[in-house]
């Protein structure tokens, strides 16, 4: 499995000049987009939020979800992790595209639902349950017409290939498979794919990656 590339890290300091692209709820962080060495990220950050958040559910919502991206490094279909910048925000690689919807599933070939299972039987196979690609804003369409898995927030991290990963993968792996079946019927496409199968492998628009966190 392959580490990713390595990236140059912004400091605290340096988010004053990002781009905010959604701004996070109670306890949900703000997603910003930054230029820092030359590479354009995406970092999820929770120092916005309310103190009580900051210090308890923050921190340990921002180290649970790294823990999926670095479980999916090198994954075609996953943005590169770059890194912590501090306890309560993470950068990872912005990848642009557009949220799949109705309408944007309408106009996607059916290859990409093939890609797309693809993708969710890889990241099975890695461990990692996402458990939202429901959401449209968690699938993109990339700007390569490529499938993009983003906001790991919700996700289940397991050891993979172990006893827990493969019952886990087999039962709530279904909710990631058919929310893909779900999109494949928007577009009209069929069935097909793991997305309405058993078990499988086990593997934001300028929002794109911008949730990416």
Same mark, same amino acid.
């Given at each position: 499995?392959?580490?990713?590339?390595?990236?140059?890290?912004?400091?605290?300091?340096?988010?004053?000049?990002?781009?905010?692209?959604?701004?996070?709820?109670?306890?949900?962080?703000?997603?910003?987009?930054?230029?820092?060495? =030359?590479?354009?990220?995406?970092?999820?950050?929770?120092?916005?939020?309310?103190?009580?958040? /900051?210090?308890?559910?923050?921190?340990?919502?921002?180290?649970?979800?790294?823990?999926?991206?670095?479980?999916?490094?090198?994954?075609?279909?996953?943005?590169?992790?770059?890194?912590?910048?501090?306890?309560?925000?993470?950068?990872?690689?912005?990848? =642009?595209? /557009?949220?799949?919807?109705?309408?944007?599933?309408?106009?996607?070939?059916?290859?990409?639902?093939? /890609?797309?299972?693809?993708?969710?039987?890889?990241?099975?196979?890695?461990?990692?349950?996402?458990?939202?690609?429901?959401?449209? =804003?968690?699938?993109?369409?990339?700007?390569?017409?490529?499938?993009?898995?983003?906001?790991?927030?919700?996700?289940?991290?397991?050891?993979?290939?172990?006893?827990?990963?493969?019952?886990?993968?087999?039962?709530?792996?279904?909710?990631?498979?058919?929310?893909?079946?779900?999109?494949?019927?928007?577009? =009209?496409?069929?069935?097909?794919?793991?997305?309405?199968?058993?078990?499988?492998?086990?593997?934001?628009?300028? /929002?794109?990656?911008?949730?990416?966190?």
């Amino acid at each position: 499995m392959s580490s990713g590339p390595r990236f140059t890290l912004p400091q605290r300091s340096d988010l004053a000049r990002a781009e905010r692209i959604s701004r996070g709820g109670f306890a949900n962080p703000d997603v910003l987009r930054i230029e820092h060495a =030359g590479v354009l990220l995406a970092v999820k950050d929770f120092a916005p939020r309310a103190w009580l958040v /900051r210090m308890t559910l923050g921190r340990w919502i921002a180290r649970r979800e790294q823990r999926a991206w670095r479980a999916l490094a090198g994954h075609a279909a996953v943005p590169a992790y770059a890194g912590a910048v501090d306890a309560l925000a993470f950068a990872v690689a912005y990848r =642009g595209g /557009r949220p799949l919807s109705r309408s944007v599933a309408r106009e996607t070939p059916p290859e990409f639902f093939a /890609r797309l299972d693809a993708a969710v039987a890889e990241m099975h196979a890695r461990g990692v349950i996402h458990l939202d690609l429901r959401h449209q =804003g968690n699938v993109l369409v990339g700007d390569d017409g490529a499938p993009v898995l983003i906001d790991f927030g919700s996700a289940l991290v397991l050891p993979p290939g172990s006893k827990r990963a493969r019952i886990a993968c087999a039962l709530l792996g279904r909710i990631d498979r058919s929310a893909v079946a779900k999109w494949r019927a928007y577009s =009209g496409a069929g069935g097909g794919g793991a997305a309405g199968s058993g078990a499988g492998a086990s593997s934001r628009s300028s /929002r794109g990656a911008s949730r990416a966190t």
